[in-house]
Structure formats: C-alpha cells, structure tokens
C-alpha cells in the first residue's frame, strides 16, 4: 500500500443491499463527525434506467461506470488527507452487484472477467478503510425503503434479486474482515432513520478506530525519524 496516503488514509465505508438506508447513514455520521461525506453517484449514472429495463443489455456499462466513479471519487479523497465517510465502498462493485449480475446471466464470463480484472488493479492501487460499518435489513423491509423512496427506476426491484445480494454480502463479509475492522448494525432492530441509542456507539466506535490509526501512524513516523 503506498505510503504517501498518509494519515488522511482513514475512512468509514457505509455498506449494506439497495435500500438499506446507506445514504442516510452516511450523511449523520458525516455531520455529527465533522467529515465530508461521498455519495453513491447513483443520480448521475447514465446507465441506470436502461439497466433496470434491461439489465443483460447494460449490466456491464452501469458497473464500469460505477467502478470508476468510485475510484476518482475515492483516490481524491485520500489524497487531501482528511477523515471521511464513503456511501458504498469499491469492494461492493465487485464483490457483490457483478458477481450477482454474472450468476443472473446479465453479464457474460467475457464481460465479467473483463470488469475483474480493472477492478483488482483499481483495489490494488487505494488503501482500505480504517472501517467498515454494514447494514443489515429483511428483504421486505428494503422493498418499503425502496418503495418510499419513489424512484421510478427502482421499481422492478424484486426480493429475489435482494436476496441474491444478501447472500453475496454473507459470503464477503468474512473476506472484509481481513481488511479492517467491520461493525454490523442490524437496521431492523430500530425505528429509521437512527436515533442517538443507536448513533451514539457508532461513533465512539469510530473516533476510537480513529484515534487508534492516528497513533500507529504517529508511532511509525517516530521510528522512522530515530532510525535516521
């Protein structure tokens, strides 16, 4: 991992299946931590509507266009060295929507191998998060989130399809694990959007990791600087 990230190199990533409420996660954390927040660019993907028409014709399109998005997005976060918070992390891009997308048959091995491929040469080149926080809900209730939020694209979203998605969460997270530290919060257990009983433990959590990645970045530049 290149060194020169640098302390800047912390950030919580916000994960969790359409609808989960990332979003809105993101945006509290952001303002009750004082750091900038980057949202999923959903809005501005010129591929969505037509992949939720016809996902086999536009699966590949939607996932580079997202891939890369959140790889400018992310790499110029880093660089200005400040704490943030990510709505959605790169690893989903691969590890969850096109790995589905292929099991549906919406994307070919060609086109599949192909996205892998700039994907782990993506992910190669960023720092991890210093965090991940996941969040969980029952099918039915990402269906009524995604029902209220009203986006006309959205509405042929079935269980079945978030289902898929859950299971490949399942099978990520232990793998997620390895990068950082990961906090599930079960999103069900809660009136939405979260109050402070459920606010306030996040973000001891993550002021501590915080603190924590400062220390062993301070500690290593220390030894460093004895060494010379």
């Known amino acids: 991992m290149p060194s020169a990230w640098g302390a800047g190199a912390f950030f919580v990533g916000v994960c969790g299946n359409i609808g989960v409420g990332k979003s809105v996660f993101a945006e509290l954390l952001g303002q009750r931590l004082g750091w900038p927040v980057y949202y999923e660019p959903v809005a501005e993907n010129p591929f969505l509507d037509d992949f939720y028409r016809a996902m086999n ?7 580079i266009y997202f891939l890369a998005e959140r790889f400018k997005a ?10 943030f918070v990510q709505d959605r992390t790169i690893y989903e891009d691969g590890e969850i929507f096109a790995r589905v997308l292929r ?12 996205f892998l491929a700039l994907f ?5 080149l960023l720092p991890p998060p210093g965090l991940l926080v996941f969040l969980a809900a029952r099918p039915d209730t990402l269906l009524a989130r995604i029902a209220q939020r009203g986006r006309a694209c959205e509405a042929s979203i079935d269980a079945d399809y978030l289902g898929q998605l859950d299971a490949a969460y399942a099978e990520w997270l232990p793998m997620a694990r390895r990068l950082c530290p990961v906090i ?3 999103t069900d ?3 939405f959007p979260p109050d402070d009983t459920v606010l306030g433990p ?11 990645r400062r220390g062993r ?7 460093e600087q004895d060494a010379v």
């Open 184 to 186: 599930t919060i079960d």
């Open 217 to 223: 970045l301070s500690a290593s530049t220390k030894g």
């Open 74 to 83: 992310q790499k110029t976060m880093v660089a200005r060295r400040r704490p």
């Open 103 to 114: 099991g549906r048959g919406a994307m070919d091995h060609r086109d599949y191998e192909t």
């Open 57 to 63: 014709r536009w699966a590949f399109h939607l996932q």
């Open 189 to 191: 257990a809660f009136t």
């Open 120 to 124: 782990r040469e993506m992910v190669a």
């Open 202 to 212: 996040l973000l001891a959590r993550i002021r501590k990791a915080e603190r924590e």
